[in-house]
């Protein structure tokens, strides 16, 4: 199983970015893919997550209506574009993979069994 984020970089507050999370194609069965963020000295933190089957899309408050999460399963990819960013917004973006089960909860970083390597987004005020 390969997950890999790319599209980090610098920004201005106020400023958009898209990242992209490519992912093994049997992924896009039936999985569950989440973007999470870890800042310097702060604990992982889930933001979004999309369900591969029926496309269902989840927010955590602090991106619900600034970050858009979506999916081209042509090309097997998770994408996460970030609006309206802001300086609390710089941390390491990671994506990542776990089979959908009902009732889940799924921004706990422990539930996720597929991890890809981390892209720095940095949010210049």
């Known amino acids: 199983v390969q997950l890999q984020a790319s599209g980090g970089g610098l920004v201005q507050a106020g400023g958009s970015l898209r990242l992209s999370c490519a992912a093994s194609?049997?992924?896009?069965?039936?999985?569950?893919i989440g973007w999470f963020r870890q800042a310097p000295g702060k604990e992982r933190e889930g933001i979004s997550c999309?369900?591969?089957?029926?496309?269902?899309?989840y927010y955590s408050n602090s991106v619900k209506g600034r970050f858009t999460i979506s999916i081209d399963n042509a090309k097997n990819t998770v994408y996460l574009q970030m609006n309206s960013l802001k300086p609390e917004d710089t941390a390491v973006y990671y994506c990542?993979?776990?089979?959908?089960?009902?009732?889940?909860?799924?921004?706990?970083?422990?539930?996720?069994?597929?991890w890809g390597q981390g892209t720095l987004v940095t949010v210049s005020s």
């Open positions: 194609a049997f992924i896009f069965r039936d999985y569950a």
């Open positions: 990542a993979a776990t089979s959908i089960r009902d009732g889940l909860d799924y921004f706990p970083p422990r539930v996720y069994d597929y």
């Open positions: 999309i369900l591969t089957g029926d496309g269902s899309t």
